[in-house]
């Protein structure tokens, strides 16, 4: 079984800019959740998504948002880049249907904004 | 709201050595999970264990045991025989719905473990 993957590995942006990163979770898993990795603030809850639906969100602007399509892949947008937006993006995804259920994690995108 | 705590921003073990790795948690929720996961330098978040806040007995995987205290709100994790693999990042964390209708996972700061050789 093929695990999560996130595309791009490496991103280098400008202040201003948008990005949009992706995640492929495992197959048959339905829920996504983003989390933002900075050396300062560590690991922050961006948002999930279960069935194309964001069902929780963190407290990140709304600069920060999200989809998820019909194949359960998702996508994350920052718009407008801050450089304190430089950071690990990371993806999970699991079923979304218990909370005994293991969050199997991608490798991240690493992010960086100049 | 909810919290993680890990007190120990880094730790020092000899190998073959057991080590606890401390974590408190705060939750006025009934029903929440307790995860340990490690991050090795690539970034990669690895599951090691997990604990239900009904479960009776502590968890344990292999190497890795799960010390739940529930009333001190407690969810220490125990490697034992340590590795020089074991040399990571390790973030405590808990997950639950927390009124918000879906699942929302809080990470502590995390705790970087060295193994001496």
């Known amino acids: 079984k093929a695990g999560v993957t996130q595309t791009p590995r490496y991103l280098i942006k400008t202040r201003g800019q948008q990005v949009t990163l992706s995640c492929s979770p495992i197959?048959?898993?339905?829920?996504v959740s983003w989390y933002q990795q900075t050396p300062g603030q560590g690991l922050q809850f961006l948002f999930e998504y279960f069935s194309e639906t964001q069902r929780n969100k963190g407290n990140f602007p709304g600069r920060f948002s999200g989809r998820q399509f019909s194949n359960s892949r998702s996508e994350m947008n920052v718009s407008t880049l801050e450089l304190g937006d430089s950071a690990l993006y990371l993806c999970a995804s699991s079923s979304g249907t218990s909370l005994r259920e293991t969050q199997y994690f991608g490798p991240g995108t690493r992010l960086l904004v100049l | 709201a909810q919290k993680i705590t890990q007190t120990q921003p880094g730790m020092f073990v000899q190998e073959k050595e057991a080590v606890t790795l401390d974590c408190t948690y705060d939750t006025s929720d009934p029903s929440y999970g307790l995860f340990w996961y490690k991050q090795p330098s690539s970034g990669e978040m690895i599951f090691l264990i997990y604990q239900g806040s009904y479960d009776q007995q502590n968890a344990t995987e292999g190497r890795y045991s799960l010390n739940f205290q529930k009333a001190r709100k407690s969810a220490n994790l125990v490697i034992s025989a340590s590795q020089l693999g074991d040399s990571a990042m390790y973030f405590c964390a808990m997950r639950g719905e927390f009124g918000t209708g879906g699942f929302k996972t809080i990470f502590g700061a995390g705790t970087r473990l060295f193994v001496k050789a």
């Open positions: 197959s048959g898993h339905r829920s």
